[in-house]
């Protein structure tokens, strides 16, 4: 039997919160600092032996559909392992799928970001129905008499695996249906229909081509009623304990995000309550939409943090030509160059979670501007960070055994989901269009950086601002996001982070070239602190 060698020793047990140097001072600045202990325990628990096992199980063991009994009878039923229950009982405990709405408080929001953050490093799937209850709420409060009912339910932190009528159950979770075969992006084109039941109630018929996370108690779903396209709370039983006429078709065979089910399902005249006004649902659904956002910024954040602290604790231990791969020079130019994209990505995620914590001017435009924008370049970054981080472990970073293929299945999904890349772009563009002070507020939020390093970036962003105001040309969206995103980060390193990293990201990203490949970093930078920095403490 061979000598096993020159291995490293798994990341684990870690804490995902202590270890994590940019995330604690991210959680500290933005307003969450009284969580702090919270998030160390989370962190601890998250990154122990058994829930990093958890993780692997409930992605080895997929989902399975149920939709018939042993009689024919129909069941519409989606059966998980038992580690995605563990882990997403382990969210709901944690109250990732409420909590700044079940005990609002400044920086409520931002606590909420960071055990956000830290779960998605370990296992992503169950993140979606976290994340599509978060963002629930304040789409359910536009019904005032279904929010009543849902609300304590919601806010519970008991999660409650049964499948039975929500009314019978202590805990509630909410997913959401607005995809359908001919159209996603253009919701305009749905054709189910709601049709009055007489009672106040409606009855959907259609389909949804996508609805992820199907065993949830109720989704926030689009249909066309009388008065045009609206927003309906549809539960998986009807008020009389049935199973409401929801049938699951098939379950999606995905890329990744593997321990979650994404379903196609009909609607067979399924009983439904409307949300917000009639004939509004966009409107009214789309507020979901900011937040699930966000928890596509967090999400992909949380992605990179852990491809990177994977990257880095390996090359720390293995060796190549004598040094460890961390004292290679090209190494480390490498790492370093991904610790930078993570960091940006991390310290503009958590001020933008700030912004949902605020309600002054400013947040709002912060809201509607950076939200579409971070989404679309975070995203856009993570599946080029989680390949280049894979190659750090050479071989064994392609072999499942190790976290990295499925960070990289993952890393595509936020960026396809809740609106894709060209239609967060077109939406920065609506927003710039609609807010008449979007430009001052940037401004402010840049820090009127007189930084010698930021400034002609900036100018150039500016006279962008201005010609895409006088002439609104779409073919330009994607190079105007990219350039504002990269501007805040810069304007949030430069004033946050240790020069170091501020310093290497604006000779790095701000140039012309920029970002072809990981490793590109120019020569007089400080290659070694910002990599130690990225280290997770082990
Ligand atoms: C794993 C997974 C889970 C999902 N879960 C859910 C769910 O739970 N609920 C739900 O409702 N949906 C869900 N979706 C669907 C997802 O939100 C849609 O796939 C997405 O919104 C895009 O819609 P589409 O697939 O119809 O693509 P299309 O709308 O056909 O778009 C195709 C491409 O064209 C681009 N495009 C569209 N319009 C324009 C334009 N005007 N200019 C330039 N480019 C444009 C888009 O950016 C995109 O790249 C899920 C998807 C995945 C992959």
Redesign the pocket.
Same mark, same amino acid.
């Given at each position: 039997m061979f000598e096993v060698q020159n291995q490293p020793p798994p990341l684990e047990p870690y804490n995902l919160f202590a270890s994590d140097a940019v995330l604690r001072d991210a959680v500290q600045r933005e307003g969450a600092g009284w969580a702090k202990a919270e998030l160390s325990a989370l962190g601890a628990t998250l990154g122990s032996p058994e829930t990093i096992k958890l993780g692997f199980d409930a992605n080895k063991f997929a989902p399975q559909l149920r939709t018939l009994d042993r009689y024919g009878h129909r069941l519409d039923e989606v059966e998980f392992h038992p580690a995605w229950h563990e882990l997403l009982g382990l969210a709901v405990s944690a109250g990732l799928h409420s909590s700044p709405w079940a005990d609002p408080k400044p920086g409520a929001h931002v606590a909420r970001a960071a055990g956000t953050f830290m779960l998605g490093q370990v296992e992503s799937g169950v993140y979606?129905p976290v994340a599509?209850t978060y963002g629930s709420v304040p789409t359910l409060r536009h019904a005032p008499a279904l929010a009543a009912d849902w609300l304590p339910r919601i806010f519970s932190r008991n999660y409650d695996r049964s499948f039975r009528p929500a009314r019978l159950k202590s805990a509630a979770l909410v997913? #959401?249906?607005?995809?359908e075969n001919q /159209? /996603?992006?253009?919701l305009r084109t749905n054709t189910t229909r709601a049709e009055p039941s007489g009672d106040g109630s409606f009855r959907l018929h259609g389909h +949804? &081509?996508? #609805?992820?996370?199907p065993m949830c108690d109720a989704f926030l779903v689009l249909a066309q009623s009388p008065k045009g396209l609206s927003c309906f709370l549809m539960p998986r039983w009807t008020p009389d304990d049935k199973r409401n006429a929801v049938q699951i078709l098939r379950l +999606?065979d +995905?890329l990744g995000?593997r321990s979650n089910a994404?379903s196609e399902v009909e609607f067979l005249g399924a009983y439904a309550q409307l949300v917000g006004e009639e004939g509004r649902g966009i409107p009214t659904i789309i507020e979901m939409g900011n937040y699930t956002r966000l928890d596509c910024c967090i999400g992909s954040s949380g992605l990179m943090r852990q491809a990177v602290a994977q990257a880095v604790h390996h090359a720390r231990h293995r060796t190549a030509f004598q040094k460890k791969l961390i004292d290679q020079p090209l190494m480390m130019n490498v790492l370093a160059d991904l610790a930078l994209e993570s960091e940006a990505a991390t310290i503009i995620t958590m001020r933008l979670a700030r912004a949902y914590d605020e309600s002054d001017e400013a947040a709002q435009v912060i809201r509607r501007m950076v939200t579409p924008a971070a989404k679309f370049w975070i995203c856009k970054r993570t599946p080029f960070l989680t390949y280049e981080t894979m190659e750090v472990l050479g071989g064994s970073g392609y072999i499942e055994e190790s976290i990295m293929p499925r960070l990289y299945r993952e890393a595509p999904?936020n960026s396809? &989901?809740? /609106?894709? /890349?060209?239609?967060m772009c077109?939406d920065v563009l609506r927003a710039m269009e609609r807010t008449p002070n979007a430009t001052d507020v940037l401004r402010r939020e840049l820090g009127d950086s007189k930084d010698a390093r930021l400034k002609p970036f900036t100018e150039q962003l500016e006279k962008r601002l201005h010609a895409t105001r006088e002439r609104n040309d779409?073919s330009q969206a994607r190079a105007l996001t990219r350039e504002l995103v990269l501007a805040l980060q810069a304007a949030l390193l430069i004033r946050h982070a240790p020069p170091a990293v501020a310093d290497a990201f604006c000779a790095s990203r701000l140039g012309a070239a920029g970002g072809s490949a990981f490793g590109l970093l120019p020569q007089g930078l400080d290659l070694r602190a910002i990599t130690e920095r990225a280290a997770p403490a082990h």
């Open positions: 979606c599509m997913g #959401m249906g607005m995809t /159209g /996603g992006s253009d +949804k &081509w996508f #609805m992820s996370a +999606k +995905k995000n994404s999904v396809i &989901w809740e /609106g894709s /890349g060209n239609i077109l779409e």
